[in-house]
């Protein structure tokens, strides 16, 4: 079973899409999902109250990342969820290994948190996340049990135990954002419209408009021709910048609507450098100001990579 939970208008108003889903303390109680809409909006608007004294005003998508919560314990679930909507991190939630494992492949998350109580399910899980082409690099965390062990925890970054204590797991939270926010500068994708010349190895210029630009490529539109496997030499000026940038790249994909998409082959280290501070203030700037703080908070400290917060 898969919760897709994001934020719909306030910042405490979930909405849980699921045919049925399980709700209710004893996880017994079968509800239709406009009655766990309700419940779960009124019990997360107790404990938002609880949580934080001034919930985000982001209320539409994450601007720090993206989170895959497995467990089958609904209060764990709620209490984090709120806690990772603090950091402005959204949650794709369920409650099975095999569900969660069709997400890691087709998804791009930059944490994942995984109940070790499942048992025999969980070596997979963390298995899959190694070899992820996507998510090899995400940032993991273990949930443990009173009274749980587990030797799959030291394949995890970091350990939050259960039952839940507020502050320990905002503290293990913030102790993570830095390393959050670094992979998702990797993957992230810029939307931006500005021109870019192409030059193949014959020499002629291609004339496109670019739609994205990540630390690792970038997408456009043109009318002209474009196959994959074709090398190309890349020209664009980024708004905010003098320098313009030269990149060799190949192109990985194209369709039948003008788009296509390109990988950088090679990036001298003063381009890459730039191209990674120009991504990171497009980054800053769409980070909610409490996060902010956290972050530059973390950033004044050494970021643990591998911690067991307890």
């Keep these: 079973m898969h919760w897709n939970v994001f934020l719909v208008g ?3 108003a979930f909405e849980i899409l699921s045919p049925l889903v399980s709700f ?5 109680q079968r509800t239709r999902r406009t009655e766990v809409r309700r419940q779960l909006t009124k019990y997360l608007g107790g404990l938002s109250n609880r949580m934080t004294n001034k919930p985000l005003s982001h209320t539409s998508r994450s601007v720090v990342g993206r989170s895959l919560l497995l467990t089958d314990d609904a209060v764990t679930l709620e209490q984090l969820t709120l806690g990772l909507q603090k950091f402005a991190i959204s949650v794709d939630a369920c409650q099975d290994p095999v569900t969660a494992a069709s997400l890691i492949n087709t998804r791009k998350f930059e944490a994942i948190v995984v109940d070790l109580s499942l048992g025999e399910g969980v070596p997979g899980i963390l298995e899959r ?5 996507s998510n090899q690099s995400s940032i993991t965390f273990a949930l443990i049990g009173p009274g749980e062990d587990s030797e799959w925890r030291a394949q995890c970054n970091f350990v939050i135990r259960k039952p839940l204590d507020e502050r320990a797991m ?3 939270l913030r102790a993570a954002l830095g390393l959050i926010i670094h992979d998702y500068r990797r993957y992230f994708r810029c939307p931006v419209i500005v021109p870019v010349v192409m030059s193949a190895d014959k020499g002629e210029k291609i004339i496109c408009e670019m739609m994205n630009i990540s630390e690792g490529g970038l997408a456009v539109t043109t009318l002209a021709e474009l196959n994959p496997g074709m090398e190309v030499t890349t020209e664009f ?3 905010g910048e003098t320098a313009g940038f030269e990149l060799h790249g190949e192109i990985c994909w194209c ?7 390109l990988h950088f082959l090679s990036v001298s280290e003063d381009q890459k450098r730039r191209l990674q501070g120009w991504l990171s203030r497009k980054i800053e700037e769409g980070i909610p100001q409490p996060v902010a703080r956290l972050f530059q908070q973390q950033s004044d400290h050494t970021n643990p990579s591998a911690s067991d917060q307890e």
């Design 24 to 28: 209710g303390e004893n996880g017994s």
């Design 10 to 12: 306030s910042p405490t």
């Design 170 to 172: 905002i503290s293990t």
């Design 129 to 133: 996340v190694r070899v992820s082409p």
């Design 237 to 239: 000026v980024l708004p």
């Design 255 to 261: 369709d039948k609507r003008s788009r296509a998409g």
